[in-house]
């Protein structure tokens, strides 16, 4: 399994590349032994200068050519921006502008974000999960971002691995996506004798659909035939 982080982070160190190497520490320990997890971590930060020619040349430098080559060849991807003016980072949406078309499609990603505060714990929906969407990429179900006051506190690793799991299981190599088992689906009632209510039979929804799909070469019910009708009411028997 290629596992390729891509990180948005602009500082050293930054909680961006830390979120993004914990994430893959959890999929790495995840992942079986038969298929072990080879990690690649695409600094985006060192490829600043050459997005930006791409943009306006439209040809990728060396560094930037390695990079969209490992993303497009990874079997699964971990994506971690911080959050500037509410939505992933422009260096960030950037490097996917300058991705090939269909380089991630059907290919999962666990998006994650960094912010300083809770309140923009919602680009994850709002501003990632669309992107990646739009790339027709496969979005793991358990996005993670990281406040400030996340680090060290519950919920965060709880958070991580279960997105890691999700991930491996999206790749195909860990089994089902983790979750509540299924149960038996409710069907519609098993009753099928009517019910008799002042002087009138109650006859079940579901017979009456069933009265009213005619077989080929059978008469319409009520109407080609003296069968009972499969109306809610109907009397049990004529009045004289």
């Given at each position: ?16 590349r830390l979120?993004g190497?914990r994430?893959?520490?959890a999929?790495?320990g995840?992942?079986p032994?038969?298929a ?6 695409v ?5 600043a200068v050459?997005i ?13 050519g390695?990079?969209?080559s ?10 971690v ?8 980072s422009?260096l960030?949406k950037s ?7 269909d380089?991630l499609?059907g ?8 912010g300083?505060?809770a309140?923009h714990s919602?680009v ?17 179900p358990?996005?993670v ?6 680090w060290?506190a ?12 999700e991930l491996v ?7 089902a ?6 149960g038996?689906v409710p069907?519609p009632s ?9 002087g009138?039979?109650?006859v079940?929804?579901?017979e009456q659909?069933?009265?009213g799909?005619?077989?080929?070469g ?9 069968a009972?009708v ?11």
């Amino acid at each position: 399994m290629k596992l390729v982080v891509v990180s948005a982070g602009l500082s050293v160190p930054s909680s961006t590349r830390l979120l993004g190497d914990r994430l893959a520490a959890a999929v790495v320990g995840r992942a079986p032994a038969a298929a072990p997890a080879e990690v690649e971590v695409v600094e985006l930060r060192d490829l600043a200068v050459e997005i930006a020619h791409n943009l306006t040349t439209g040809f990728p430098g060396p560094a930037l050519g390695a990079a969209l080559s490992a993303v497009a060849g990874a079997d699964g991807l971990i994506v971690v921006t911080p959050v500037f003016s509410a939505s992933y980072s422009g260096l960030f949406k950037s490097f996917f502008d300058v991705l090939e078309r269909d380089a991630l499609v059907g290919k999962p990603v666990l998006v994650a974000a960094t912010g300083g505060s809770a309140r923009h714990s919602l680009v994850l929906e709002h501003a990632m999960r669309p992107l990646f969407a739009y790339l027709r990429a496969v979005v793991v179900p358990t996005g993670v971002y990281a406040a400030s006051e996340d680090w060290g506190a519950e919920g965060l690793a709880e958070r991580i691995e279960r997105a890691a799991g999700e991930l491996v299981a999206l790749v195909g190599i860990g089994g089902a996506v983790p979750g509540p088992a299924p149960g038996p689906v409710p069907g519609p009632s098993a009753r099928k004798e009517s019910v008799r209510v002042g002087g009138f039979d109650v006859v079940p929804f579901a017979e009456q659909l069933a009265a009213g799909r005619v077989a080929p070469g059978a008469g319409r019910p009520g109407v080609d035939s003296p069968a009972r009708v499969g109306g809610s009411l109907s009397r049990s028997s004529p009045r004289p």
